[in-house]
Antibody, heavy 112, light 112 residues
């Protein structure tokens, strides 16, 4: 099992980024997949989940701004992040349920 | 949301000596299915987060038996039997009993 995130970088407040999580060793369509983030000097915060049937959930702090999705053909999960704020600055981790495998993380920095 | 509180936040340990980390939840973590979804994660420099223990006391695949978990209800403990140099890092408890998943603040284990 391996999870590799990509797509992080520096973006201005109000901007957008799309994170990707390429999975191998299992199929993303049959398992819950989540994004968890860690702001600098802060703890871990759950962000979003996509369930095996395709429904989704979000933390209140990102609801309406972030969208999780998956591309079964590429075995990849995405996190579309819009209307980014400074407080969204964090390392974003892709995680497989039941929380047994984590990606190495991708850094998102929101700053002017 | 369930609040997870870890103590201590820092634990200097002598090599070969035991270490213990406590985690307390603001509500019982017993799920309606009878399971208690309390896990322990390890963060080592340059490495992805690693699942050590799940459902209080079950070691994940490949985890050395010097790691053990115990507890019930709202109080849980992670013990490292004899600390080795590779155990240096930050340890997090997390609960997946109630949505959303929440994490402790992390405990830094370092060598004296």
């Amino acid at each position: 099992v391996n999870l590799v995130e990509s797509g992080g970088g520096l973006v201005q407040p109000g901007g957008s980024l799309r994170l990707s999580c390429a999975a191998s060793g299992f199929t993303v369509s049959v398992i819950y997949m989540s994004w968890v983030r860690q702001a600098p000097g802060k703890g871990l915060e759950w962000v979003s989940v996509i369930y095996s049937l395709g429904s989704t959930d979000y933390a209140d702090s990102v609801k309406g701004r972030f969208t999780i999705s998956r591309d079964i053909s590429k075995n990849t999960v995405h996190l579309q992040m819009d209307s980014l704020r400074a407080e969204d600055t964090a390392v974003y981790y892709c995680v497989r349920y039941p929380w047994d495998y984590w990606g190495q993380g991708t850094l998102v920095t929101v700053s002017s | 949301d369930i609040v997870m509180t870890q103590t201590p936040l820092s634990s200097p340990v002598t090599l070969g000596q035991p270490a213990s980390i406590s985690c307390r939840s603001s509500q019982s973590l017993v799920h309606s299915d009878g399971n208690t979804y309390l896990s322990w994660l390890q963060e080592r420099p340059g490495q992805p987060l690693r699942l050590l223990i799940y459902k209080i006391s079950n070691r994940f695949s490949g985890v050395p038996d010097r790691f053990s978990g115990s507890g019930a209800g709202t109080d849980f403990t992670l013990k490292i039997n004899r600390v080795e140099a590779e155990d240096v890092g930050i340890y997090y408890c997390m609960q997946a009993t109630q949505f959303p998943v929440t994490f402790g603040q992390g405990t830094k284990v370092e060598i004296k």
